[in-house]
Each structure stands twice: as C-alpha cells, then as structure tokens.
T-cell receptor, first 112, second 110 residues
Framework: DSGVTQTPKHLITATGQRVTLRCSPRSGDLSVYWYQQSLDQGLQFLIQ???????AKGNILERFSAQQFPDLHSELNLSSLELGDSALYFC???????????FGPGTRLTVL | GESVGLHLPTLSVQEGDNSIINCAYS??????FIWYKQESGKGPQFIIDIRSNMDKRQGQRVTVLLNKTVKHLSLQIAATQPGDSAVYFCAEKGDYKLSFGAGTTVTVRA
C-alpha cells in the first residue's frame, strides 16, 4: 500500500459525458501527479501540482483539467469523453518535486 | 524529442535465475532514472533509482546499471522469484515529469 488513494476504482460512462477522478496523496506529500495508462500509449504524464499550484504539464488534452485543493487532495476532470479516453488513470505523490513518486491503485475508466 | 524505451517487450526466466531488463534512453540531459514494477491490477511501484553521476546502484536483490556513453540503463534481479512476475518500466526524470518506457513483461517459470 503506497498511501495514495484514488476513487473510484472503476468508472463506466458514455461518450460525451464528464467525470471527476479523485486522489488523496500520502500524508505530508505536497506534489501530486496524474498519469494516463493505455494499451497503445503506455504511461503518459498528464499534469503535476505542487502545494496547490500547477507545476508542469504533459500530454493533457484541453478537455481534461485538474486542480489541487488546500487539503492537498486533487481531482482530474475529464469532459466530452471519447472512446479513446478509456484507460487507467493513476495519481502519484511525492514529498517534493524531486523525490520518488508513490503511485495510487488507479481508476479504470471505460467509455462506452 | 526525448524517448525512453526497453529493448524487449517480454522476458521469460527460470525461477532462481538472474534477470536482466534493458532500457535505452535518448535524452542525454536526464539526470535521474528510476525502475518501476507494476503488478496486474496495481499501480507502478518504485524499485530503485540512480542519478547520472553514478554508474551502479544496488538494492535488495536488484542492481541498476547506467551507461551514459551509450545511454543505456539495465535492471538486474538476482535469484528471480515468482513474485517478480510483473511489468517493469524504466523512467527518466526531467523538468518535474517522468517519461516512461513501454515496459517489459517478466514471467517467471517454476
């Protein structure tokens, strides 16, 4: 158990819909990272927050957005969902931006 | 652009033998490399890391070797056990983000 929690574990929705994935980092960790893992693209970095502020952006679509709240939990919002958005979404946290990242168990999103 | 890749997508190894998983990277500016293990249905789990000012680092049953001349990273697992069956990813750290390779699936034969 990494100490990072993600909810929900599974999510099934339809094209065009919007969903919110939630992540609680390890106690004391200030950085939160979001990754997408699909069969054809592997693990792709989406976005990082540090203490509430956006720190880095990766291959994140404009239909996706994220935020980190004062209590340091983070949410990833996915809108206008397409079939190709079906994937595992992982959250990771670290104490500082330069430290080892601890991954949560992931949310499996299925878009029908 | 930068890329991180593994040489072989699958590796079958006899229980008790040593495993070697290879990874090539292209960004010579990367200064931090990590190996992750991902078991089925779980998130990636940190195994070992190495900074670019080192060429070898050892952990418990694992050793990471870094050859900056040829931009090559390897993970050696000693006395491979059934619990080592998983997908192994190398990753390089640059500008706050991790770039992952495609992964090598290791299967341990009893």
């Amino acid at each position: 158990d990494s100490g990072v929690t993600q909810t929900p574990k599974h999510l099934i929705t339809a094209t065009g819909q919007r969903v919110t994935l939630r992540c609680s980092p390890r106690s004391g960790d200030l950085s939160v990272y979001w990754y997408q893992q699909s069969l054809d693209q592997g693990l792709q970095f989406l976005i990082q927050y540090y203490n509430g502020e956006e720190r880095a952006k990766g291959n994140i679509l404009e239909r996706f957005s994220a935020q980190q709240f004062p209590d340091l939990h983070s949410e990833l919002n996915l809108s206008s969902l397409e079939l190709g958005d079906s994937a595992l979404y992982f959250c990771a946290s670290s104490a500082r931006t330069d430290n080892e990242q601890f991954f949560g168990p992931g949310t499996r999103l299925t878009v029908l | 652009g930068e890329s991180v890749g593994l040489h072989l997508p699958t590796l079958s190894v006899q229980e008790g033998d040593n495993s070697i998983i290879n990874c090539a990277y292209s960004n010579s500016a990367s200064d931090y490399f990590i190996w992750y293990k991902q078991e089925s249905g779980k998130g990636p789990q940190f195994i070992i890391d190495i900074r670019s000012n080192m060429d070898k680092r050892q952990g418990q049953r694992v050793t990471v070797l870094l050859n900056k001349t040829v931009k090559h990273l390897s993970l050696q697992i000693a006395a491979t056990q059934p619990g080592d069956s998983a997908v192994y990813f190398c990753a390089e750290k640059g500008d706050y983000k991790l770039s992952f390779g495609a992964g090598t699936t290791v299967t341990v034969r009893a």
